[in-house]
Each structure stands twice: as C-alpha cells, then as structure tokens.
C-alpha cells in the first residue's frame, strides 16, 4: 500500500473508530439529557482520535534499513 494511500485511511479510520466507540458507549442514555451525551461523546471521541493519530504516524513512518538503526 502506497504510502498517500495509507494516509487517507488513517484520516478515515481513525475518527470513524472513535465515533463507532463513542455512540456505542453513549447508546444506553440516548434517552437521557443531551449535556451529558455530548460531553461523554466528545471525550471518547478525543481520546480515540488522539490515541490514534501517534498510531498511525508510526504506520506511516517509512521503514528503515537495519543499517541505520
């Protein structure tokens, strides 16, 4: 996989994860007042994206040779 390639799932994935997590654990209080649902939403939502970009920059780092390791 080419490296653009690579970067434009990374830019997709990475966010659409966080959300899938944060609808799923936000899912049991859909009925409940929005404040919370948001701020429960935007949490997981910025940990997700977060925890996943440093991920995904380590993916997208050429590899190099072992001689210059």
Do not use: K, Y
């Not at 390639?5 to 899938?20: G, I």
């Not at 948001?38 to 997981?44: A, S, Y």
């Amino acid at each position: 996989m080419n490296r653009s390639l690579r970067l434009v799932v990374a830019a997709l994935v990475v966010p659409t994860l966080s959300a899938c997590a944060a609808a799923l654990v936000c899912w049991p209080i859909h009925g409940g007042p929005l404040g919370p649902q948001l701020l429960i939403f935007g949490l997981i939502l910025a940990t997700g994206i977060s925890a996943g970009l440093p991920a995904c920059l380590t993916w997208l780092t050429p590899d190099r040779p072992e001689s210059e390791n």
